[in-house]
């Protein structure tokens, strides 16, 4: 069956760092663009960080400089490799894979595996 499970999440202080991990199996990882989505409360899901199966990356605007999204394709896992990070990053973190399509980065709806989500919170 296919599985994505996150972990590395927690509290940390503002200005701080966190790493990311997402397993994945059950699927051909490698081909797969996966992503990391967040969700604050009240708020709808946003593309966070997106990485291709060419290893083409993209992020959220409010990231960029700030977080590192990357893939090992021979562990089947993902990473978000998260700095200076701010109150505003406080949200559940989803990792997300999609076949990848050729020349633009697949809508969330086309996201067909989740994981079960996890917490990031940074407090001041």
């Known amino acids: 069956q296919v599985q994505l499970v996150e972990s590395g999440g927690g509290s940390v202080q503002a200005g701080g760092s966190l790493r990311l991990s997402c397993a994945a199996s059950?699927?051909?990882?490698?081909?797969?663009?996966i992503a990391w989505f967040r969700q604050r409360s009240g708020q709808g899901r946003e593309a966070v960080a997106r990485?291709?199966?060419?290893?083409?990356?993209d992020y959220l605007n409010a990231v960029i400089g700030r977080f590192t999204i990357s893939r090992d394709n021979a562990k089947n896992t993902l990473y978000l490799d998260m700095n200076s990070l701010s109150s505003e990053d406080t949200a559940m973190y989803y990792c997300?894979?999609?076949?990848?399509?050729?020349?633009?980065?697949?809508?969330?709806?086309?996201?067909?595996?989740w994981g079960q989500g996890i917490q990031v919170t940074v407090s001041s």
């Open positions: 997300a894979a999609a076949w990848c399509s050729y020349g633009y980065w697949p809508p969330q709806e086309k996201y067909n595996y």
């Open positions: 059950g699927f051909t990882f490698a081909t797969y663009c």
């Open positions: 990485i291709s199966s060419d290893f083409n990356t």
